[in-house]
């Protein structure tokens, strides 16, 4: 049986692998790092093995290989957890972005 899909999300996500430093919270001094997955206008799926907690605000930054573009610069809020089902030792994280610059 064969059933038709609609995606539901309202922002098409574009496959984006480039390294993510991320702050939790604005009082932070540690800087965590990541690998991006995917990015959409509105959220951010990283791998990491750092798993902040559900809830946490994020300061982002990635950096692409063009020294011509400037990085990407954004907020966030950790929607979702999950340990990475292709390897144990880093998580998936899901990032809904509300700001970026």
């Known amino acids: ?3 038709d899909y609609e995606e539901k999300r309202s922002f098409s996500r574009m496959r984006i692998e ?10 932070s001094d540690i800087t965590y790092k990541g690998l991006s ?3 959409s206008a509105t959220g ?3 791998q990491s093995d750092y798993a902040p907690p559900v809830g946490a605000e ?3 930054e990635m950096h692409t290989d063009n020294e011509r ?23 998936l994280i899901s990032v809904a972005l509300n700001k970026t610059q």
């Open 44 to 46: 951010l799926l990283m």
């Open 18 to 27: 480039t390294t993510v430093h991320f702050n939790v919270n604005k009082n």
């Open 69 to 91: 573009l400037p990085p990407f610069v954004a907020e966030g809020e950790v929607l979702r957890v999950e340990s990475d089902p292709e390897d144990s030792s880093q998580y």
């Open 1 to 3: 049986m064969s059933q």
């Open 58 to 60: 994020l300061q982002l």
């Open 37 to 39: 997955r995917d990015l």
